[in-house]
């Protein structure tokens, strides 16, 4: 049983995966990126390459180049299906997720000791009554979060291998960023740097009542 640090719909699980089980994710996200290889996504309209390099599992990933930020079902570089998300990322929404839908989206962000990302929300989606699930593995990065304003105060938290944070209720739509990443804090990746997994609902569930006449 793990009992959040809740504050206002942000939820931090401090150490949520132990080692075995950040080792055991460690090898679903390998067999993932077998299959659908980092690639280096770009900014809308300018094509400023990200420092991130990404790739995503289940029925829809995020992707972003110069026609803007979207969900799609393929690999923008091999045109193929994203890979099945592994039944470990679906355990970790039921446990986490308090929604009653699957996840749709797995986007997996990979950071060398160079990389980081922009403050932004999560906005892409259709249902934002389904939280964003986030999980760390490897390197400790320095994460941001702020308000629902891009003006609004942000506090900076330290994100380790194995913590697992939430994003849901008034923080579904909080500015978050990822500063920098603390080169050589985790053991577990054998060649250094972080992996962030995001799981996410991105369309409305059908909730159409089965019909009760006659
Ligand atoms: C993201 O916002 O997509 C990634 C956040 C993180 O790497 O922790
Ligand atoms: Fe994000």
Request: hydrophobic share 35%; aromatic share 8%; net charge neutral.
């Amino acid at each position: 049983m793990h009992t959040p640090v809740d504050s206002g719909g942000l939820r931090l699980y401090p150490g949520y995966l132990d080692r075995p089980q950040q080792e055991a994710l460690l090898a679903a996200v390998d067999s993932v990126l077998a299959a659908a290889p980092l690639y280096t996504p770009r900014m809308p309209k300018s094509g400023r390459p990200f420092t991130v390099r990404m790739s995503n599992c289940g029925p829809l990933g995020w992707v972003s180049d110069e026609q803007g930020y979207r969900y799609q079902a393929t690999h923008p570089e091999s045109g193929r299906p994203w890979p099945p998300m592994p039944a470990l990322l679906l355990a970790i929404w039921d446990e986490l997720g308090r929604y009653p839908h699957p996840p749709e989206a797995c986007l997996i962000n990979f950071y060398d000791q160079q990389a980081h990302m922009g403050l932004h929300q999560d906005r892409d989606e259709q249902d934002f009554s389904a939280p964003v699930v986030s999980l760390s593995l490897g390197d400790t990065c320095l994460f941001r979060i702020g308000g629902t304003e891009r003006r609004d105060a942000t506090r900076s938290l330290r994100l380790a291998s194995g913590d697992a944070i939430v994003l849901g209720g008034s923080a579904r739509l909080a500015f978050h960023g990822v500063d920098r990443i603390i080169s050589g804090s985790s053991s577990l990746l054998a060649e250094g740097g972080r992996i962030n997994l995001t799981l996410r609902r991105v369309s409305q569930p059908d909730t159409k009542t089965p019909s009760v006449e006659g």
